[in-house]
């Protein structure tokens, strides 16, 4: 990254450390956190890694065992059809399973491969964790959003939202959709567990608010029956998710052409996925229902699936909110105050996507007009490495980068600075000085659009 304007006023930050300076078995700085989330931070491959392979000895070697150990390892409900699944209360385990799993996958590919991969490819020693940790989000968000759009695409809702509340409140789903579904929902229990025993920054109450949200909701549609909307949901935001750690790996990687035109494609998707899709999902969901064509307000039979005449559509106040949550066969209701939670679950998430896209259009305008591209989501972190007594040197806060904008739904926090592209006064410039300060200039905002080679 070219180094930042010096001016009287330029902030020069005290020194900082970074995310983890090890994920797994070396020695820690000082952080400012808890002793036991510094040492479960330091230690995740091994305690992940132990959970794991308990639960795996105990399913091979102790028969008895297995009927339980069994529901940490497969999908469970399986129906007498081949292929197809139901909901159950047995389906935590394998949740919290893969909880477990993404701790140790995520440590041992950024610790282990990712990191190596970012000397091996020339990253900058300073940048090895940050590129291992965009690497990760790009792995996981491109298999997992590629998944989604394969269910979508080949389902009877695509691009026909009435067609996502046929047969409810039906509860089949293939192994397929069900394996997605719950591993989704560990992954985001995952990121609250990530973003608590790593460093604080300061977009922490954001993004612990946008994946609390997130996995309310996930639960709360699996429950309801809710999960081909959900589906198209996860779609819609995963797509931005994958798009923005790529951008900062072919930053890191130099790519600068491939990460200009991505950085636009970036912008593009991001509002026509979650500010004209998600709208108009939100929108249909508002109009058509409830509806002939999607489902009507009532009370069901969890096991039936058949409306219960004889039960009004709101039988309590509130109570009534938690049957299907307490009995997936017995009573499940539909009417105007379930609607309105879901729909406004909904528009918490939309809500915190456009406060980010301002933030995104706030820099693209700054760039455009030459003025300061400053932004509240910045952390303290710096770029440093950790030395060897786990001192770290101060650093100067980067120019503000588009591409270090962090987005819903889910991944990591941001990396953006808050100091401003700093335009000192000077005399009156020749026409040699004129071509060096435009050449300059135009070296900061590609810095600031987070294109511009790293040092």
Request: hydrophobic share 45%; glycine share 6%; with cysteine.
């Amino acid at each position: 990254m070219a180094e930042p304007v010096l001016s009287p006023k330029t902030h020069v930050s005290a020194p900082t450390v970074p995310r983890m300076a090890r994920i797994s078995g070396a020695k820690s700085p000082k952080l400012s956190r808890p002793f036991h989330l510094d040492w479960v931070l330091r230690h995740q491959i091994e305690i992940a890694s132990t959970l794991i392979l308990g639960v795996v000895s105990l399913h091979t070697l102790h028969r008895p065992s297995r009927a339980f150990t069994r529901k940490f390892l497969q999908l469970s409900y399986a129906s007498q059809t081949d292929h197809i699944y139901q909901q159950g209360p047995s389906d935590l385990y394998f949740v919290s399973a893969w909880v477990v799993n993404f701790t140790a996958l995520r440590a041992i590919l950024i610790e282990w491969i990712l990191r190596p991969v970012a000397g091996y490819m020339g990253v900058a020693k300073k940048s090895h964790l940050r590129f291992a940790e965009q690497g990760w989000l790009v792995l996981y968000y491109g298999i997992f959003w590629t998944l989604g759009m394969y269910l979508w695409v080949n389902s009877p809702y695509w691009l026909n939202n009435q067609e996502l509340w046929t047969n409810w409140p039906a509860r089949e789903m293939s192994g397929t959709f069900k394996w997605y579904y719950l591993v989704q929902l560990a992954f985001w229990i995952q990121q609250i567990l990530v973003i608590h025993i790593e460093a604080r920054r300061k977009d922490h109450t954001q993004m612990l608010t946008h994946h609390i949200i997130t996995c309310i909701l996930i639960s709360v549609t699996y429950v309801y029956r809710y999960t081909r909307a959900a589906n198209v949901v996860l779609c819609l935001m995963d797509v931005v998710d994958f798009l923005l750690p790529l951008l900062k790996v072919l930053r890191y990687l130099h790519h600068e052409t491939a990460c200009n035109v991505g950085f636009a494609l970036f912008v593009v998707t991001w509002f026509g996925a979650r500010h004209v899709m998600y709208l108009k999902l939100c929108y249909d969901i508002y109009m058509d229902v409830p509806g002939p064509n999607t489902m009507l307000y009532g009370c069901y039979s969890g096991a039936t699936y058949e409306r219960l005449p004889d039960m009004p559509a709101q039988p309590d106040y509130f109570s009534h909110l938690l049957w299907p949550f307490q009995n997936l066969e017995g009573v499940i209701c539909l009417n105007g105050e379930v609607k309105w939670i879901f729909l406004g679950m909904l528009g918490l998430l939309q809500l915190l996507s456009m406060i980010w896209f301002v933030m995104v259009l706030r820099v693209i305008a700054g760039i455009l007009t030459g003025k300061s591209a400053e932004d509240t989501r910045s952390d303290d972190e710096g770029d440093a490495e950790p030395t060897a007594n786990g001192d770290h040197d101060a650093g100067i806060k980067r120019s503000m980068n588009v591409t270090d904008l962090n987005i819903c739904v889910g991944s990591s926090a941001g990396e953006m600075s808050q100091a401003p592209l700093t335009m000192s006064s000077k005399p009156r410039a020749t026409s040699a000085r004129r071509k060096l300060v435009n050449m300059e200039n135009k070296k900061e905002m590609l810095a600031r659009i987070g294109c511009e080679k790293p040092q």
